[in-house]
């Protein structure tokens, strides 16, 4: 039997489910952060002599390297999905761990597994957009050239996404995760991938503008990478959350006129 458990209805944390999750989930975001700031991830060209926390660097490194290139990219951008997005998702994969009550132990390490790696999955999917936009707009090129307007306008265009209330919608359901999988339980493994890959979208909706700052600024740059991951797990996870998406918004929004003004004077 695969259907919501009472662990769910009865709100129970308990020491044998949610913990267990838990630590499964900042290991792997723990080894994917491990592997990122050493610098662990293979990427070509590394001899070219561009710096990969340079804006549109990795981007443009694996698009002068063709396929081989873009698959190795794709596959740095899934551990940095990981590791920014596992953290502020333990909430989501410990509800669901219970409400799987009543399978076996094989059977829930099989559904958590697809729930937890179609999550990883649709992120690092997301990877192809950057790409396109470099193989359109070379960033690098353009950062260097223009760089008030490229900043001021992405700081903008995350302002108004910030603000905006489809910003908002996503950010509950992100929230609020138990609605969600009670409405949308589907039974089994391939249940478990159709639930995460329909939620991941809401996570995607929630997050792409922070993405694509991080990707103007630099998609390696470490830094900026730990900003916004405390940022979208503050937003979240804490109860200030909603608030400070806002807050983010009102910055942003000045940050960018201002670099835009400056950058036209």
């Known amino acids: 039997m695969d259907t919501p458990g009472t662990g769910v209805s009865r709100g129970r944390i308990g020491w044998q489910t949610v913990p267990i999750v838990a630590l499964v989930t900042y290991g792997i975001a723990l080894a994917a952060w491990v592997a990122v700031v050493a610098r662990l991830l293979p990427m070509p060209g590394g001899g070219s002599g561009m710096q990969m926390s340079a804006p549109g660097a990795p981007e443009a490194m694996a698009l002068s390297n063709g396929l081989w290139g873009v698959v190795l990219y794709l596959f740095m951008w899934t551990v940095m999905m990981v590791a920014m ?37 649709v992120w690092g999917v997301t990877g192809v957009v950057p790409l396109v936009v ?43 995760p138990l609605g969600f ?48 991951t405390v940022v979208l797990s503050v937003e979240r996870i804490v109860g200030l959350g909603e608030r400070l998406s806002r807050g983010v918004g009102v910055v942003a929004a000045v940050a960018g006129g201002a670099l835009l003004v400056l950058s036209v004077l």
């Open 134 to 176: 470099n193989a359109v707009v070379p960033l690098a090129t353009v950062a260097r050239e223009q760089t008030g307007l490229l900043f001021g306008g992405t700081l903008v265009l995350l302002a108004a996404y910030q603000l905006s209330p489809y910003k908002n919608q996503c950010l509950k359901h992100c929230r609020t």
């Open 85 to 121: 997005m596992y953290p502020s998702s333990v909430p989501l994969f410990g509800m669901y761990y219970k409400t799987l009550d009543g399978v076996s132990r094989a059977g829930t390490t099989a559904r958590v597994g697809a729930f937890m790696g179609t999550y990883a999955l």
């Open 181 to 228: 999988l009670m409405e949308y339980h589907r039974p089994g493994v391939r249940g478990a991938a159709r639930m995460s890959a329909r939620f991941s979208v809401f996570c995607i909706g929630c997050c792409w503008a922070l993405f694509a700052l991080m990707v103007v600024v630099g998609s390696m740059n470490v830094l900026w990478m730990a900003v916004i």
